[in-house]
């Protein structure tokens, strides 16, 4: 065992270091910290966005870098959080209860820099538990069939409307239009065209980027303007000394190692995410505290978990999508899509069929967490820089991004016109408060659980029996449903927030 | 509040409707070898079951943000210029190209929805289209629409 993670951890190193794969894990992060920052654009628009420029690299770069963002996003998302009291991303929401109440009482330095403390800390510790889970897990899930991979699906589909933060009745109806826009296209099992009005376009299935980049993207500038949310006040205060001092790292250390538990565990939940892992690392360590009144008056505390949280999280996130090819949130959900679309399969034999890429990746995560760190002390003061961009100036350059991205996958101009139209329905579902996220992982998982769904049912000879025979799907298949109607047993409570990714 | 709450209802319950027709028209199979049909129909059923429940469960639910007016007074405007604006983009982008069409584009972007002065606004399109061409076209190869004049 000791051998084998060794022998493994030095392939991770021999992929990662490669000068191509180092400079793509450079950029990622680099790009991730930026949109981290920025409010108003997510890891979910960006990777979607970059997605076609990484159709000229290797499959081992390309996910490298995408991973890079996704986790450097958590990092960057805390800056705003502290600085400006506005989250740069969902999930350093949190953050702004103790971060920006300490950038207020002068302490905005030790706030970022315990952030970015934390982050690596709890980076390095999920990559190294994802390294000694993921093997066995890989093997585990061998012995999938059909059912196992469809209750799972479900499950995953389920968990995620559970944790949505609005409604969970039009959670699940965003996950019934996601279903059916995945079924969009030529049926793989009978050939058959659906619902693509001899549309050329559509004859391939509605593309993941176009609906991702309206979503994510174009509806969320639309928000900014009709809210007016383009308007910030920073904080004014120069920053200095960013190193905790010893009391503070004596406070802040356990919650970095809590909240990175917590956090890694949380994120390979499908369905959960950075997100409802940084709430709940929060939560928990306002419970234990001796002192939980400080909590929400500038506690290093309350910054140092939930961020440690959501940066854990973001790794853990891979368990699922590396070794059952099945993705836990949106943000897998399009690396599936990357995946797919570079000729690679997800699943439990991504490990033995391609070590490079699985390793390459845990590899360029230790090494793209320590690239964080050294980047986000110094360059704490540009990113600061940047936040003052103003909005009106920024939402053009956003708005040109979604249509290169989106236009360059197929140089096809049918694909902006179905960005647009998701864009103006991701603005309407938003203020309907319909959430995005169950849509766009259903539209994912569609094709993946039709597939399922029907061998299964071709195995059982038309039984559903199969789902309760087998004892792994029958376990799926039982945590499912108890999630579904949980809500309608007394006394059980919904978790509070969550859901969505982006 | 209530009453566009539960629009939004009915709509995805005639959109529910429309799959299920539609899917109708597809073979559905039998359930030991189910076909095309069968879970796009499945989908469509399920949305128009929800779409009914979330009828009658009108007004904000628990933990869901309650807001003050769904819609900001005067900014649907803006939010009407920018979609007409991209789907001009859409049309004129391989009739003119991608450098003048964008350039329009970032013009009317950057001048009449958040207005900005002439300066900044011709300036900001002009450096924004080259640069994204500079880097998309020539080094990152993407294959961008060159349109009638070449460019």
């Avoid at chain 1, 270091?17 to 997510?42: A, H, K, R, S």
């Avoid at chain 1, 400006?84 to 929401?93: Q, Y």
Wanted: glycine letters at 10%; hydrophobic letters at 50%; proline letters at 6%.
């Amino acid at each position: 065992m000791t051998l084998e993670f060794f022998s493994n951890l030095y392939m991770a190193f021999s992929v990662a270091i490669q000068p191509t794969n180092l400079f793509f894990c450079f950029v990622g992060v680099l790009i991730g910290t930026l949109i981290g920052v920025l409010p108003g654009i997510g890891p979910v628009a960006t990777i979607s966005l970059l997605l076609p420029s990484t159709f000229q690299i290797t499959p081992v770069s390309a996910l490298i870098m995408l991973a890079g963002i996704y986790y450097g996003a958590m990092y960057g998302g805390s800056t705003t959080s502290i600085l400006v009291n506005i989250p740069g991303e969902a999930a350093s929401v949190v953050t702004c209860l103790d971060g920006y109440q300490m950038a207020r009482k002068g302490r905005a330095g030790p706030a970022l820099g315990i952030s970015a403390f934390g982050s690596f800390i709890a980076g390095s510790l999920a990559t190294l538990i994802l390294m000694l889970i993921a093997p066995p897990l890989a093997n585990i899930a061998l012995k999938f069939g059909p059912p196992e991979y469809f209750t799972l699906m479900f499950l995953g589909l389920t968990v995620l409307t559970y944790l949505a933060s609005g409604s969970m009745i039009r959670a699940l109806m965003m996950a019934c239009v996601g279903i059916f826009l995945g079924t969009i296209g030529t049926d793989t099992i009978s050939g058959l065209e659906r619902f693509t009005y001899h549309s050329y376009t559509l004859m391939d299935g509605m593309g993941l980027v176009p609906v991702i980049m309206g979503l994510f993207g174009i509806s969320e500038v639309l928000l900014n303007i009709d809210e007016q949310s383009t308007r910030r006040e920073i904080y004014q205060a120069k920053l200095s000394n960013l190193l905790p001092n010893r009391e503070d790292w004596r406070m802040a250390i356990l919650p970095i190692l809590r909240g990175g538990l917590i956090g890694f565990f949380l994120g390979i939940l499908p369905g959960g995410g950075a997100v409802i892992a940084s709430f709940g690392a929060y939560a928990m360590e306002k419970r234990i505290s001796k002192n939980p009144e400080r909590f929400g008056q500038g506690a290093i505390e309350g910054v140092a978990s939930p961020e440690s949280a959501n940066n854990a999280a973001s790794q853990g996130a891979f368990i699922p999508l590396l070794t059952l090819g099945i993705p836990a949130n949106v943000v897998m959900a399009i690396l599936l899509g990357a995946l797919l679309i570079h000729g690679m399969k997800p699943g439990p034999l991504l490990m033995k069929q391609h070590p490079d890429l699985f390793w390459g990746v845990i590899g360029s995560m230790y090494l793209g967490n320590a690239m964080l760190l050294v980047l986000n002390l110094p360059l704490i003061g540009i990113w600061v820089k940047i936040l003052k961009i103003p909005y009106p100036i920024l939402f053009p350059l956003i708005i040109l991004f979604c249509l290169i991205g989106c236009y360059s996958l197929n140089n096809n101009v049918y694909e902006i016109l179905i960005m647009i139209l998701f864009g103006m329905v991701g603005f309407l579902m938003k203020k309907f408060n319909y959430e995005g996220a169950p849509l766009i992982l259903a539209f994912v998982l569609s094709p993946l659980m039709e597939n399922a769904l029907r061998q299964s049912l071709i195995m059982s000879h038309g039984s559903f029996t199969i789902f309760f025979t087998r004892p792994i799907a029958l376990v799926f298949f039982i945590v499912a449903i108890f999630l579904l109607v949980s809500p309608l047993i007394p006394g059980l409570k919904k978790v509070p927030k969550g859901g969505d990714i982006d | 509040m209530k009453s566009q709450s539960r629009i939004s209802t009915l709509v995805w319950l005639l959109f529910a409707l429309l799959i299920c027709v539609e899917s109708l028209r597809l073979p559905l199979g039998s359930w030991r070898d189910p076909g095309a049909g069968f879970l796009p129909l499945g989908a469509g059923i399920f949305l128009g079951i929800l779409s009914v429940i979330a009828f009658f469960q009108t007004g904000p639910q628990k933990g869901e943000k309650v807001q003050r007016s769904r819609w900001s007074k005067g900014r649907w405007k803006s939010i009407v210029l920018i979609l007409l604006a991209l789907c001009g983009y859409s049309i004129f982008l391989d009739f003119l190209g991608f450098l003048l069409t964008t350039f329009f584009l970032l013009i009317l972007l950057f001048r009449f929805v958040e207005p900005q002065p002439w300066k900044v606004a011709i300036g900001g399109s002009l450096l924004a289209s080259v640069l994204s061409y500079v880097v998309f076209e020539i080094w990152l190869k993407t294959q961008l629409p060159p349109g009638v004049l070449g460019f």
